[in-house]
């Protein structure tokens, strides 16, 4: 147990502030495993490969996600779905998101993504610069990273994913009732749920709205007979569980508010890091645009349209991607709640010096107890990465470095396991893994790379960019987003 000196508040303030460091510090005393008080709760974290794979590959006999999601998520995407179902009824529907997520669909969301960045910097108040300068590139405007990314990131994913209805609507009223559903979806709520502070009472509200606003939309499409959208509704609309019944509209328009707050946060956070670290390395922004320039370049100063296919043939953007993910998971803490009493192995319960008391060198977490895994530890490890704590892209080009041998323990496992959305590998004991793994391991990674892909290669076409220093990590969020100030400065590429 990590010393503290107060009981009920325990930890939670040094977790608070810097959880990375907090576990790294943790590590050095206690070993890979130990437990906190967090705001009343005993937390047993477990660190490194062997840890990750015991929470993330852990069954659902001995643990839950919902146990400790749900009061974060359900009053945020409704009922009936994720966290408010049978762990077997999210595999289902975790199936159906995957068949809305079809190459037919990328190819298009390609092509919608790469127009609203356009559009972007045509419109909105920062890039007047921008446009005032289309045949100069002396003058320099600025933008705040996370914020401005937010804005693209809501664009892009509406237009694509959530489909025009909703494209159209991100102008008017739903930016409202985003904004006071967003306000709701506060940690606090995870370990202080249904407190009745205004942003509760607000968020309940606009979660009405918002399943009454896509309900509505289901009802439109029903009723103009044929569809012809290629989007997540279109697909959810035509999807069945195995027992052969469909999805009620409820359950479409909260399994699209998960979707949105899923992918929102985290790929705003993602494509603003990216362009901290970016701006910060004027060289490595260079070698993004070559890479445009050999592989997109008319031959007059214009650029041909970015292809679905061609995203998985750009190394040194995906390497950017892959590196921002590395030092910046967006999610630095995942948690499960312990069913039964759970038993921690000799092998990860003494790694790295942990003394159990137990003469079998074990631990027994109670039932009860929360377990949490941080892959942001194991991504950050400097007994594993060579500096470990310096964004350098290039590291992912070398085919016989620790970073390919990650990504292929990740991505090819040494196992594929079905959990009922598709064969994925597991995954789970690999140093490397941004989007999780296991039984809920994400499954808009590939959304999440035609979206920040197209946008990065977008922007490094048009703009030169530059910041005097990458800001620190802002761990106050849900999502671990780069502190204010976080303002690029940027010209016209001419
Ligand atoms: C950079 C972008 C993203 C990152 C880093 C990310 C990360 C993650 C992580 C770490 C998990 C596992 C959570 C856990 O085990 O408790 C997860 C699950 C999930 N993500 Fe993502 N995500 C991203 C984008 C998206 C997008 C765009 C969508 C939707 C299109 C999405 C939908 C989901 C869903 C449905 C789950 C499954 C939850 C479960 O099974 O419990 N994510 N994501």
Not at 122 to 148: I, L, M, V
Not at 269 to 287: G, Y
Request: glycine share 8%; net charge negative; charged share 20%.
């Amino acid at each position: 147990m990590v010393f503290h000196w107060f009981p009920v508040i325990g930890s939670t303030i040094t977790y608070g502030i810097n959880p990375i460091q907090f576990f790294f510090e943790c590590r050095e005393k206690y070993g890979d495993v130990f437990s906190f008080v967090l705001a009343g709760r005993t937390v047993t974290v477990t660190l490194g490969a062997k840890g990750n794979n015991f929470v993330l590959g852990g069954k659902t006999s001995h643990i839950s996600a919902e146990d400790v999601y749900t009061n974060l998520t359900t009053p945020v995407f409704g009922k009936g779905v994720v966290y408010d179902c049978p762990n077997s009824t999210l595999m289902e529907q975790k199936k159906f998101v995957k068949f809305g997520l079809t190459v037919e669909n990328f190819r298009y969301y390609t092509h919608v993504i790469a127009d609203e960045v356009e559009k972007f910097l045509q419109t909105h108040e920062c890039f007047k610069t921008y446009r005032d300068n289309a045949n100069s590139s002396d003058a320099w405007g600025s933008f705040p990273a996370f914020q401005t990314m937010s804005e693209l990131i809501i664009y892009t994913a509406s237009r694509s994913l959530q489909g025009e209805e909703i494209r159209a609507a991100v102008d008017g009223s739903f930016a409202d009732i985003y904004h006071d559903l967003d306000g709701g979806f506060k940690p606090i709520n995870l370990l202080l749920p249904g407190l009745p502070l205004p942003m509760n009472i607000k968020r309940d509200k606009a979660q009405k709205k918002m399943s009454d606003f896509y309900v509505g939309i289901i009802e439109k499409r029903r009723a103009q007979g044929e569809q012809k959208e290629i989007d997540m509704l279109a697909s959810l609309m035509g999807q069945r569980y195995r027992n052969g019944r469909t999805l009620s509209d409820r359950e479409i328009a909260h399994i699209m508010i998960a979707l949105l707050m899923a992918g929102q946060h985290t790929s705003s956070a993602t494509s603003s890091w990216a362009l901290v670290h970016l701006a910060a390395r004027p060289d490595v922004w260079q070698t993004l645009y070559e890479e445009q320039v050999q592989n997109f370049s008319n031959g007059d100063g214009t650029f041909r349209e970015i292809e679905y296919e061609d995203l998985c043939n750009l190394p040194i953007l995906d390497s950017v991607i892959r590196e921002t993910l590395r030092m910046h998971p967006p999610i630095h803490s995942i948690l499960r709640q312990v069913k039964d009493d759970l038993v921690v192995p000799p092998t990860l319960a003494t790694s790295r010096g942990g003394k159990p008391k137990s003469e079998d060198n074990t631990y027994i977490i109670p039932k009860g107890h929360l377990i949490l895994a941080s892959p942001a530890v194991s991504q950050l490890d400097p007994d594993i990465w060579k500096n470990a704590n310096i964004w350098e892209p290039s590291r992912w080009s070398d085919p016989e470095g620790v970073a390919a041998q990650a990504l292929d323990q990740y991505e090819n496992g040494s196992e594929k396991v079905d959990y009922g959305f598709g064969a994925v590998s597991k995954g789970t004991s690999s140093p490397y893994s941004p989007f999780g793994a296991g039984r809920h391991r994400c499954i808009g990674e590939q959304f999440a790379y035609v979206q920040l892909g197209t946008v990065i290669a977008n922007l490094v076409r048009k703009l030169e960019i530059k910041i005097n220093c990458v800001p620190p990590h802002n761990y106050r969020t849900m999502i671990v987003v780069p502190e204010t100030p976080d303002d690029i400065s940027y010209r016209r590429r001419v």
